[in-house]
Structure formats: C-alpha cells, structure tokens
C-alpha cells in the first residue's frame, strides 16, 4: 500500500488542476457513500470547479434529508464528459454499477484495508472511520472552508459509519473530526432524527419477516438471519429498508458474531458480516472474495442455501476460537524459572 500522505497530495494536486468532476459511489448507498458524495460535491463547488453525484440506485429516504441529495442523478451509463470520478467507498470498479466507468480517469478514496487499487489515483486509510472523515481531511488539506452543508453531509457520513459513535471504529480523531462538524452547523439531533425515525412502514415489515428467521449456533456466540426475495416482495420495501439489520443479534450480549444472507436471485446471495471486540470478520468474508472492515464485512456467494450458512458458521467458530487461543496467550500467567 502507498503511503496515504503521497495519495491526498495527488488528490488535491489533481483538483487543483482539473475543472469538472463527477462522484459516484456502490449501489444500494449508505450513509458514508451518500454523506460522503455530497460532501465532496459541496467542496469542489466551493472551489469553483464543475461537480456533480452520479449513482446507479435509488437514495434511501433517510439521506434524502442531506443539502444536495435532490440533485444526485440516477444513471446506468456514463453520459457526460469528465476530467475525474471520483469513486467513494467501493472495494472494485464493479461496485458502483455503471456502465463506462472504467473509461474514465478514475480516483478511488475508500477506507477498507480490503479496497483494491483500481483507480489511477488510489486514496485508501484505512484509519478513518469513514470515507466521511477523509472528505474533513481533504477539506483541510486543500484549503477550504467547512461549510454547513460540508459540515452535515459529513456528520452523516460519520455518524452511520460509526454506528453513532459505539463501532470500534470510532476513535479520538473521528470524536475531535464530528466537533468541528458540529461548530461549523451540522445537527446532531436533525441528523440522528433523519437516520433513526424515518422509517417507512415497509422496513418494519420486511424486519418483522427476517428477525423470525433469526438463529443461533450451539455455542450461543453466532447469529443469522435469512431475507428472501419473497419477504421483500410482500413487505413492498426497497433497496435501503434493511439497512442495519445484521446488527440486531449483536445487541444480545452473548453473541460476539452475526451475520445476514440476502438473496437477489435464485442461487445467489450477499452476506453481510458483523462483529465484536477481536472478532476478525473480514477474514472471513475473504474466504469468499469479499472483504471489508475488522468488525464489518461482506461478500456474495452463490450455491445451496444451507450449505452456505453452515460453511459460513463454521468459518466464524473458527475465527472465534482463534481469537480466544491468542487472547488466553496474552493473559496467561508468566512460569517462574527459579
């Protein structure tokens, strides 16, 4: 990996120089995607230059919310022209879903030690808490002012990220990052109003459908939950309903490992991964081509349901008794040579 100083200096040398832009980031966006998008956007306006959010799906209502979100374009195939795209938060040149993208000069900022560098230009820090809290370190860096519209599309970025500051990922610098925010206009209360109590009826539908299916390994410490394509057809919800489902198990204090399947067709399924503490799911997630965070990962796979669940089970005891061999190591009583 290249050092991450040398990788914002070619950012800001390339903005400095260039004049239009476009952002873009994976389907089915987050807060971070989105958050960070439109934080990017209102910088480079800022700075004069041509800018605008380009994505494949639709914006969840929670982000809708965000100054700029009403003029994020919804496009399948690159149809303007661009001195830079800027790709935010995707693990390949695959995730965004648009067409013609690898045509472009492409910058790649993501946060996920996972990231593959497909960009011609490759941002990666994976010390951030999210590509939010770089958009604050490039704000910096190139001399612009944390306007409130930066300001609250950051916060967004952060605070989803961060799961309202108690992931693992958050640390002193993203608590000192999220006050400068709040200085320069962002709303906590507006924004965690934004995110936590605006949801539509059918994502309480479609939850109430997917917790029924929730389970437990033997050992109590793994949970899962199924979503079919048929739970989502019959709760009327959309791409964004789930967010934060994975989750849930983790909130029952025995379980240190969750993970949720989703299927989007018959066969296939994406997988997302959540831990706690030392719990190294990512690891497992790269077991299938995925990847992600520590604590926060994913991958899609494909084959027999039940075969899938009990492979990725057996995956999670394994990174879960590895981890409690290394930490009875590190707390094991020295043995006296006298």
Not at 141 to 170: K, L, Q, W
Request: net charge negative; proline share 3%.
């Amino acid at each position: 990996m290249l050092p991450k100083f040398g990788m914002l200096s070619q950012v800001v040398e390339l903005i400095e120089n260039k004049e239009r832009f476009a952002i873009t980031t994976h389907v089915r966006p987050d807060g971070d995607g989105i958050g960070s998008s439109l934080g990017l956007r209102w910088l480079l306006s800022s700075l004069g230059k041509q800018a605008e959010v380009i994505v494949r799906d639709d914006i969840p209502n929670s982000y809708m919310s965000l100054p700029g979100a009403d003029e994020i374009r919804k496009i399948e195939e690159i149809d303007s022209d661009y001195d830079a795209v800027f790709v935010m938060e995707c693990s390949d040149m695959d995730r965004p879903g648009i067409k013609g993208l690898a045509d472009q000069h492409v910058v790649n900022i993501d946060h996920h030690a996972t990231c593959q560098h497909f960009g011609d230009i490759n941002w990666i820090d994976p010390t951030a808490s999210a590509v939010g809290e770089m958009i604050y370190n490039l704000c910096k860096a190139i001399g612009g002012r944390v306007s409130t519209e930066i300001a609250e599309c950051v916060y967004m970025a952060i605070v989803t990220d961060t799961g309202s500051f108690h992931f693992p990922n958050t640390t002193v610098r993203t608590l000192k990052v999220a006050s400068e925010l709040v200085k320069a206009g962002a709303n906590p209360s507006e924004i965690s109003e934004s995110v936590y109590n605006s949801y539509s009826w059918s994502r309480l539908a479609l939850m109430q459908s997917v917790i029924a299916t929730m389970k437990r390994d033997r050992s109590g410490r793994i949970a899962w939950m199924r979503q079919t394509i048929e739970m989502v057809e019959q709760a009327g919800a959309v791409d964004g309903d789930n967010a934060g489902f994975v989750n849930m198990p983790l909130t029952a204090s025995e379980v240190v490992a969750s993970f949720y399947m989703r299927e989007v067709e018959d066969g296939a399924y994406r997988v997302s991964l959540r831990s706690k503490g030392s719990i190294n799911v990512a690891r497992v997630a790269e077991r299938f081509e995925g990847g992600g965070h520590k604590n926060a990962a994913g991958c899609r796979v494909t084959g027999d349901w039940d075969e899938l669940e009990a492979k990725i089970v057996e995956f999670l005891k394994d990174e879960i008794e590895s981890c409690v061999e290394v930490e009875e190591q590190l707390t094991a009583p020295e043995l006296s040579l006298a």
